[in-house]
């Protein structure tokens, strides 16, 4: 079965700073992945994906991702954090012909003047 | 493009009593799915549909709740009894389903915050 890990449940980033969230995903073939960022009152919104191909992928609002298979990580980065960027992220994975998407616990990101 | 439309936004109920979720999925969307979203569990799939047929309700936490899809522009959610456990924030998403149904996204709508009392 297919997870994923999100091991921070909490950052706080000073605007202007970088940022990077890690995410672990398990799945014994190549997953497509995914993160997710969430407003409060809101619902989720597709921030990136990743099928195949570049490892280095370029999502809306500056961010990006990279797929680093040796490590089973897609950790999301981004140069310069903007206070707009204050939500919860959520890495997701799901698998090749089957319609399920798992979702991590979620990264709270706090962004401080 | 109307995105997932989900009603009530919130919804209070006593215990013991029935609620109904409802969604509307983005139009041409063949997939939807139901997520319930707690601080101790995080973002939990309890179904999913994909041309109005269940596909998979292993997340379904017991026979209080049942979902349906009559047609491709609607699916409800149902809690009977409701339970002051079952206070969340459940949220509809749907996709279009074309192939490589990865190159679709999941759009989800705002949720439905449910509080039992």
């Known amino acids: 079965a297919q997870s994923v890990t999100q091991p921070d449940i909490h950052i706080t980033v000073s605007e202007g700073a970088s940022l990077e969230l890690r995410c672990n995903y398990s799945y014994g073939a190549t997953p497509y992945l995914f993160w997710y960022v969430q407003s409060p009152g809101q619902g989720l919104q597709l921030l990136l994906k990743y099928f195949s191909g570049d490892t280095l992928v370029q999502g809306i609002k500056g961010f990006e991702a990279e797929f680093k298979r040796s490590q089973s990580s897609f950790n999301l980065r981004k140069p310069s954090v903007h206070w707009s960027d204050a939500a919860e992220y959520f890495c997701a994975v799901g698998a090749p012909g089957y319609q399920k998407v798992t979702f991590g616990t979620g990264t709270k990101l706090q962004v401080i003047p | ?117």
């Not at chain 2, 939990?44 to 292993?58: G, M, R």
């Open chain 2, 1 to 117: 493009d109307a995105g997932v439309i989900q009603s009530p936004r919130h919804e209070v109920t006593e215990m013991g009593q029935e609620v109904t979720l409802r969604c509307k999925p983005i139009s041409g969307h063949n997939s939807l799915f139901w997520y319930r979203q707690t601080m101790m569990r995080g973002l939990e799939l309890l179904i999913y549909f994909n041309n109005n047929v269940p596909i998979d309700d292993s997340g379904m936490p017991e026979d209080r709740f049942s979902a349906k899809m009559p047609n491709a522009s609607f699916s409800t959610l149902k809690i009977q009894p409701s339970e002051p456990r079952d206070s969340a924030v459940y949220f509809c998403a749907s996709k279009r389903d074309a192939g490589d149904s990865y190159n679709s996204p999941l759009h989800f709508g705002n949720g439905t915050r449910l509080t039992v009392t």
